[in-house]
């Protein structure tokens, strides 16, 4: 039973580019959560989704971040314009309802150059 | 606002001895506390949680302490061994919520 699996592991940008995060949850979870951790800090909450459907996205900042997860396919974390700020680990996790048991995928180490 | 705080950044150990890990959280509304371990290049799994109704909880060589008044848990790892080497980090959640609160957590190397 594959865990959470995020792609790419390892994501370098250059200022300006945009930059796309995938996650595939968990075989049977239809929760989705995204967390970043910056370095030196813990994981903050970003975006909570279920199947076509964005639930909270108050942990977002309001401009250049977006994020779905389709009827179809991972759930994507897209952040458009990359700035050297959006370096970060980014976390998938999935639950099978709604819940605080969520299981973590590896993360995406962004970095921006 | 960092509702939940691990002041110790590090944590060095011999392999036998006990680990101690704290954490200390401000918002009166969490009432589930959760300890994830992470290894490098890996993502936190899930070590051991704690309700607010209860003041401890043990599993094998993991217990965690709750001290409600003092906003306070502590993690005890008794004994310490070398694959126990990781970063700790403490979680807090409302039982009607899902968005983890997190702190910086705690890197904890455990000498042979």
């Known amino acids: 039973n594959a865990g959470v699996m995020q792609n790419p592991r390892h994501l370098v940008r250059r200022r300006g580019q945009e930059a796309r995060l995938r996650c595939s949850p968990m075989k049977g979870h239809s929760h989705v959560y995204w967390y970043r951790q910056l370095p030196e800090e813990g994981l903050k909450f970003m975006v909570y989704l279920q199947k076509e459907n964005i639930i909270d996205e108050s942990g977002m900042p309001k401009e250049r971040f977006s994020a779905e997860f389709p009827k179809e396919g991972p759930s994507i974390l897209r952040i458009q314009q990359v700035v050297r700020g959006d370096s970060a680990a980014y976390f998938c996790?999935?639950?099978?309802?709604?819940?605080?048991?969520?299981?973590f995928g590896p993360g995406t180490r962004l970095t921006v150059t | 606002d960092q509702q939940v705080k691990q002041n110790s950044p590090s944590l060095s150990v011999q392999e036998g001895r006990i680990s101690i890990l704290n954490c200390d959280y401000t918002?009166?509304?969490?009432?589930?506390f959760l300890w994830y371990k992470k290894y490098p290049a890996e993502g936190p799994t899930f070590l051991i949680s704690?309700?607010?109704?209860?003041d401890k909880n043990e599993d094998g060589r993991f217990t965690v302490f709750l001290n409600k008044s003092a906003k306070h848990l502590s993690l005890h790892i008794v004994p310490s061994q070398p694959g126990d080497s990781a970063v700790y980090f403490c979680a807090a959640i409302s039982s009607n919520d899902y968005k983890l609160s997190f702190g910086a957590g705690t890197t904890v190397t455990v000498r042979a």
């Open positions: 704690i309700s607010s109704i209860k």
């Open positions: 996790a999935s639950s099978p309802h709604l819940s605080y048991e969520q299981y």
């Open positions: 918002n009166s509304m969490f009432d589930y």
